[in-house]
């Protein structure tokens, strides 16, 4: 049909599947998905269900054993109880910092958001010591109550599940504070006008219109403590306390493979659950669209006499989060032992010069940097070419693709490290960089995917059609037309991926060997080995190298990414 007064405009040449020029490249993707990602996944579902060469259930027979079954139920209660605390938080801080006229809410913000932006074992280490049994906040405390042995410290259960309710209560904060800013208010205003009071009003509307938010960030913090390995190790490891992620870690230091990858399957399926749960709220959404096409900006709330008290309460609370446990790893990295008093005549720079000389250190920024970068370079070339063949070619079984490189998000790093040694360790691959590098890319290839996918649907179809019609062909199109639309959000989605990668743990500490250490494996074992200080000094300057990445996220998205 066309509109009067207007030329109908050429149609381009269809392209036929079998001459399509950009077939081949989609087989070579799918072939390159089938070797990273299927084999070693299904690889891990066979070797649990072989008993020396036969089918058997054996494994998961031991693996569901009383005595195994501990690790099992710790991993469900304390990702539970984290994501709940992790809802009220987040819940309570988000409507604070978006609804309210609560000073500094834009500083706030920035360091309630902070904590996720430190590697978790990180994160450990900092609360370790400050609420350790020698504990910079612990021990003057106990002191001035007269008590000489701590009745409680950070390396117990409920140790535990604070540090990972403080690490992934962002995810909360973020999902519901985004969802608070798009909401139309016409329904409370209205419920305001017809005389409804504050507490009434958000018992009433606000909190069931953004209820999908809230257990939506509540299951993606579920699914993070699920998969969480560096907060249980350092943390519970000591107090003897499992979860299924150190569980694994146990059984294959022992070796035993079997019951390894029997534990590896179990923790698959609390997360595969988890992000079922999640699909299943998502589906639900609808029912509470309150997105509006105009924008109507909400009076913010006025605090009265409590906005003060209240700035005092949230201020002291992101303090105590964000910046006491980076202030604990810098003062630490500055002492000359662990526990001396805290003046300036205890204080040396000699562990930033030794691990500045430390050959092990070089050795492992220089892995870090390299397995970081290929893998960002792999996982952004297959995830531009899955998602173009999705999103714009439309080739037939590119949505098949999406979908299994999409997988991933939802399997536990432990459970990958555990695939790729299953898959390539006989290959003679075992003890290199290039089985980390394949697990890399395994894990972040959905960072790939969503990211290039979410640009390429924002480029127009007319710009292909335009390009065809000029008598371009498709490789053509997409080279001089797409490629160079699509370089920005390919460059956010590099940093994106390079910044995790950078600093791994949790399948890094499982496949590495002598000489292809990582940073975090190195920063992990010096803790693990009583060296603190060293550790701290380490962490500091990885964590300053990820802050300032993050400032070059901010800079190349123009604060759409980044924190």
Same mark, same amino acid.
């Given at each position: ?31 390159? /998905? ?55 938080? @987040?819940?309570? /801080?988000?409507?604070? /910092?978006? !609804? ?248 040396? $720079? ?46 037939? @079984? ?52 969503? $990211? ?101 996220? !901010? ?9």
């Amino acid at each position: 049909m066309t509109i009067p007064g207007r030329l109908a405009a050429p149609l381009a040449p269809r392209v036929r599947l079998w001459t399509d020029p950009r077939v081949p490249g989609v087989l070579a993707a799918a072939l390159a /998905l089938a070797a990273i990602v299927v084999y070693p996944l299904a690889l891990v579902l066979v070797r649990s269900l072989k008993v020396d060469g036969a089918w058997s259930l054996a494994t998961y027979a031991r693996a569901m054993a009383p005595g195994n079954l501990q690790p099992l139920w710790n991993t469900i209660w304390t990702a539970a109880l984290t994501s709940l605390l992790a809802m009220l938080a @987040g819940t309570i /801080l988000a409507f604070l /910092l978006v !609804r309210t006229d609560l000073p500094g809410r834009r500083l706030m913000r920035t360091l309630v958001t902070l904590p996720y932006a430190i590697p978790p074992f990180f994160g450990a280490m900092a609360w370790a010591q400050l609420l350790g049994p020698q504990g910079y906040l612990l021990r003057p405390l106990l002191d001035l109550l007269g008590i000489k042995q701590a009745p409680w410290t950070v390396y117990t259960p409920s140790g535990v599940v604070m540090v990972m309710a403080i690490h992934f209560f962002p995810l909360v904060f973020l999902t519901v504070a985004a969802a608070l800013e798009r909401m139309d208010v016409s329904l409370e205003e209205a419920a305001r006008t017809s005389g409804a009071g504050t507490l009434q009003v958000m018992r009433q509307i606000t909190i069931p219109l953004v209820l999908p938010a809230i257990v939506a960030g509540g299951v993606l913090t579920f699914m993070g403590a699920v998969a969480n390995f560096g907060i249980p190790a350092l943390l519970g490891m000591r107090a003897r306390f499992f979860v299924l992620t150190t569980s694994i870690y146990a059984a294959l230091n022992l070796p035993d493979f079997s019951l390894a990858t029997a534990m590896s399957m179990l923790l698959m399926v609390v997360s595969v659950g988890a992000l079922g749960l999640q699909r299943w709220v998502q589906r639900g959404e609808g029912r509470f669209a309150v997105i509006a096409g105009r924008a109507i900006h909400p009076q913010p709330l006025r605090l009265g006499t409590w906005r003060w008290p209240t700035f005092a309460v949230a201020a002291g609370f992101a303090a105590f989060i964000a910046l006491l446990p980076i202030a604990a790893l810098v003062l630490t990295s500055f002492l000359r032992y662990y526990g001396a008093p805290l003046e300036l005549a205890s204080m040396t $720079t000699r562990h930033y010069e030794f691990i500045l000389g430390l050959e092990q250190v070089r050795r492992a920024a220089a892995n870090s940097v390299i397995l970081a970068s290929a893998a960002a370079t792999l996982c952004m070339g297959l995830g531009t070419a899955i998602s173009y063949a999705h999103t714009k070619a439309k080739i037939l @079984g590119s949505g098949l693709l999406d979908a299994i490189g999409t997988l991933p998000y939802a399997i536990p790093h432990t459970v990958i490290a555990i695939a790729v040694l299953l898959a390539w360790a006989r290959a003679g691959l075992y003890g290199t960089l290039t089985i980390i590098l394949l697990a890399y890319v395994l894990a972040y290839l959905p960072f790939g995917l969503r $990211t290039t996918g979410a640009v390429l649907r924002q480029i127009h179809d007319s710009l292909e059609e335009a390009g065809r019609v000029s008598g371009a062909g498709p490789l053509r199109t997409f080279r001089d037309i797409v490629l160079p639309l699509v370089k920005p959000g390919m460059l956010a989605g590099w940093i994106l991926v390079f910044m995790p990668a950078s600093r791994e743990l949790t399948m890094s500490i499982l496949l590495f060997s002598l000489r292809t250490e990582t940073m975090g494996v190195i920063i992990f074992n010096m803790q693990d080995a009583g060296y603190t200080q060293i550790a701290a000094a380490l962490s500091v300057v990885v964590l300053a190298v990820l802050l300032a990445g993050n400032l070059l996220i !901010r800079r190349v998205t123009r604060g759409q990414l980044g924190f």
